[in-house]
């Protein structure tokens, strides 16, 4: 398991938000933390202790008056830390090139490759000739929808009739490099890890898989550790000291690093 570091970036603040409240008319959300530091402080930090793999999303639409300078913070981070992020929010064919130019070691894309509540293959396509299978990240965050688990796009407001298994990943590894997973029901609430989900995707064993949703203690780590047969990687945002929690960020590395 490695520890995924993450810059989430909100109406041009570095923040912590409840997954699950984030709306797009008027810009709102639950915060948990803002942070008195750019990106780009969290990305020099990130590059000083050698973390590589953690990823930028930017929270606001294209079409937010905070949108240009919750941009401008993403591509702060990735100059003070070229090669060391990942970058997503917003990512399409178009744009995809400007930020790996910029310093992204890869782009997280969702909703582009989502149309009418379906996985798109022609933009699928269009995206893996634009950046090469090897630096796209396929985010599938999903919301539990009774017993299964449904894909959401659009800053996870939106549910699609994708469900999130290890066949899902199976048949979407052909196209990149790897996966990430927000539990958004659990995202940002401190209430523990998706539990069912993290068995489910257990046996997967192709891609790299950073899960992220409702670490808040060591126990939480240790039990995703376990479920996840040592296989997934993690990030944690609201939880962590650095983003006013208390799980100490040095403890995190030292049992992701352990041997099961």
């Excluded at 402080?41 to 999303?57: C, T, V």
């Excluded at 630096?135 to 599938?140: E, I, M, S």
């Amino acid at each position: 398991m490695e520890f995924r570091p993450c810059i989430d970036i909100h109406n041009g603040k570095v923040k912590q938000i409840v997954g699950g409240s984030l709306k797009d008319s008027g810009d709102q959300a639950q915060e948990n933390f803002v942070s008195e530091q750019d990106a780009a402080f969290y990305a020099a930090l990130y590059q000083k202790n050698k973390l590589k793999g953690g990823h930028i999303i930017l929270l606001n639409s294209y079409d937010s008056p905070y949108y240009e300078e919750t941009r401008k913070q993403a591509l702060a981070a990735l100059q003070a830390y070229p090669g060391g992020l990942q970058v997503g929010g917003g990512i399409t064919p178009e744009n995809a090139g400007d930020y790996l130019n910029a310093g992204a070691s890869h782009v997280i894309v969702t909703s582009y490759v989502f149309r009418e509540g379906r996985i798109d293959y022609d933009r699928l396509e269009r995206l893996v000739y634009a950046v090469g299978r090897e630096r796209l990240v396929l985010d599938v965050s999903c919301k539990r929808v009774g017993e299964k688990y449904l894909v959401v796009t659009d800053r996870w407001q939106k549910l699609t009739e994708e469900i999130v298994n290890e066949a899902l990943l199976e048949k979407l590894s052909a196209y990149c490099g790897e996966f990430l997973i927000h539990a958004v029901d659990v995202e940002g609430k401190a209430r523990g890890i998706e539990q069912d989900l993290v068995k489910n995707l257990g046996c997967y064993t192709g891609n790299p898989v950073t899960y992220a949703g409702g670490v808040h203690s060591m126990e939480d780590l240790l039990l995703l550790k376990e479920l996840g047969r040592n296989r997934m990687n993690v990030t944690i945002g609201s939880a962590l000291d650095l983003f006013g929690g208390s799980m100490k960020w040095k403890d995190v590395l030292k049992i992701c690093s352990e041997e099961v």
